[in-house]
């Protein structure tokens, strides 16, 4: 079992940074690849980037790759998500989650945090 709880979020312009942490509990945290998925209202649940248990493999899609860093400290059991350059269309419910298949769909996590939520202005 593995609980997670984010932090992080918040409102920032356009073109701001914000660095989203997720604390994880449990002894198996290192087992875990992370990812952190975003929901904006009205739209399906969207993958945003994974890192895989060393921390030596990552995966971003298009839409954030060059902008967004996931990093992680297996001794501290957070995963870490480095935004920068943000957009409006960023906007969303950030959540952190934990699989062992850990890939770029949301059903492939088996834990999941309460989500926390990023507003970027124009």
């Known amino acids: 079992q593995v609980q997670l709880v984010e932090s992080g979020g918040g409102l920032v312009q356009a073109g701001g940074s914000l660095r989203l942490s997720c604390a994880a509990s449990g002894r198996t945290f290192s087992r875990y690849t992370m990812g952190w998925l975003r929901q904006a209202p009205g739209k399906e649940r969207e993958f945003v980037a994974r890192?895989?248990?060393?921390?030596?493999?990552?995966y971003y899609p298009d839409s954030v790759k060059g902008r967004f860093t996931i990093s992680r400290d297996n001794a501290k059991a957070t995963v870490y998500l480095q935004m920068n350059s943000l957009k409006p269309e960023d906007t969303a419910v950030y959540y952190c989650?934990?699989?062992?298949?850990?890939?770029?769909?949301?059903?492939?996590?088996?834990?999941w945090g309460q989500g926390t939520q990023v507003t970027v202005s124009s």
């Open positions: 989650a934990a699989g062992l298949l850990g890939g770029t769909r949301a059903a492939q996590y088996d834990y």
């Open positions: 890192i895989d248990w060393s921390g030596s493999l990552t």
